[in-house]
């Protein structure tokens, strides 16, 4: 008798033990439910920079048109302290649906959008996009390149200053392209863009073609990227094609390398031969320390039937660089210094030393301070 008792009990305190337990599972999830609010999925980050510039042999004070005297790639060109940028990204992830607003103030930011006019000025990237299935993603408006190695925030590259191939291949681009997610490691994607760097409108009535083929693993990745199209007017100026190599490894816990490579040429209107640029460029990276990295950008950049301007060419057109650049990378929380020594060494006399004499070399010295939210 006792025992049935028992047994009886037992039971009852266990089935109550269930209810309550399936009471609480269902309390703790409608609550979590409930404090999930609409603006959750927002998001707002960002960054700010500036920076200090010497050189070293060379003139520092202004020209007589407000120019200094720096290599010729974009960004960390002026004297003394000097601005970077105030980046505000403000973006919305959906189950299916999003968009980023991207919106950049200050030096860099404008050197970044220098193809728009008005309120357009401060836009760095806006777009919308749509995941249409697991595998299949699209995007339509403003976006950043996807082609080499750096980009426009000084978040995202280890070296503050940036690449000849980064500063004369495209920033941004605005159309429509399409991802796919081949496989776990495969990736690929195509596009239809306004020509490079016309982020604003069409004024030409020409487009490009984009596309990319993506492998990554956990250690590392490599993006095959290609463009084609008409840059400009019809019939003043030919197609473009470029075609670029980004790849990146951890070859250890504290050793990484990464590559770019890049190849671009314009068809003439008339007879001759084509124009543009190519180059390669080693990124080795040491973390020496959870706050201290070291890094270095060593790139041979080459122009040839008069390229696009970048360099000091010679009566043929051509004309070449090697740029060394030692970067220290030293964390404080969310602020990051950024202490760099560059030397660029140019095929021809290219710029002016202290006595104004043309050289083939220039030495300077850049501190950086980024801070990121």
């Given at each position: 008798m006792f025992i049935m008792k028992a047994k009886t009990v037992t039971n009852f305190l266990r089935k109550v033990s269930i209810v309550a337990l399936a009471f609480a599972s269902f309390t703790t999830i409608a609550q979590e439910e409930e404090e999930k609010k609409w603006f959750d999925?927002?998001?707002?980050?960002?960054?700010?920079d500036g920076y200090y510039r010497y050189n070293i042999g060379a003139p520092n004070k202004a020209n007589d048109d407000g120019s200094f005297v720096a290599p010729g790639t974009s960004f960390v060109n002026q004297s003394g302290f000097a601005l970077g940028m105030a980046n505000v990204i403000l973006g919305?992830?959906?189950?299916?649906?999003?968009?980023v607003a991207d919106l950049v103030f200050g030096q860099r930011g404008e050197d970044a959008v220098f193809n728009s006019d008005g309120s357009a000025q401060i836009v760095n990237q806006l777009y919308a996009y749509w995941n249409?299935?697991?595998?299949?993603?699209?995007?339509?408006?403003?976006?950043?390149?996807y082609l080499g190695y750096e980009v426009i925030s000084p978040t995202g590259n280890f070296n503050y200053s940036t690449s000849y191939m980064f500063s004369y291949g495209p920033f941004s681009h605005t159309g429509l392209k399409a991802d796919f997610a081949l496989s776990e490691k495969w990736s690929a994607m195509v596009a239809v863009m306004n020509p490079t760097d016309y982020t604003e409108n069409n004024p030409f009535d020409t487009?490009?073609?984009g596309a990319q083929v993506g492998y990554s693993v956990d250690?590392?990745?490599?993006?095959?990227?290609?463009?084609?199209?008409?840059?400009?007017?019809?019939?003043?100026?030919?197609?473009?094609?470029?075609?670029?190599?980004?790849?990146?490894?951890d070859l250890t816990e504290d050793f990484y390398l990464g590559i770019n490579g890049t190849y671009l040429s314009t068809e003439p209107q008339e007879d001759g031969d084509a124009s543009g640029f190519y180059g390669v460029a080693l990124y080795p990276q040491y973390k020496t320390s959870e706050k201290f990295t070291l890094g270095l950008r060593g790139e041979y950049f080459a122009e040839f039937e008069g390229g696009v301007g970048a360099l000091?060419?010679?009566?043929?057109g051509e004309g070449s660089v090697f740029a060394a650049t030692l970067t220290g990378s030293y964390d404080i929380g969310n602020l990051t210094l950024k202490p760099e020594l560059r030397l660029d060494s140019t095929s021809e006399d290219?710029?002016?030393?202290?006595?104004?004499?043309?050289?083939?070399?220039l030495s300077s010295f850049v501190l950086g301070a980024i801070y990121k939210f």
């Open positions: 999925n927002f998001s707002v980050n960002g960054s700010v919305y992830e959906g189950e299916k649906v999003g968009f249409v299935s697991e595998k299949v993603k699209l995007t339509i408006g403003n976006f950043n390149t487009y490009i073609f250690n590392g990745s490599a993006f095959l990227n290609f463009r084609y199209g008409n840059e400009g007017e019809p019939g003043e100026v030919g197609p473009t094609f470029q075609a670029d190599l980004t790849t990146g490894w000091t060419t010679d009566a043929e290219t710029f002016p030393d202290n006595d104004g004499e043309a050289t083939k070399s």
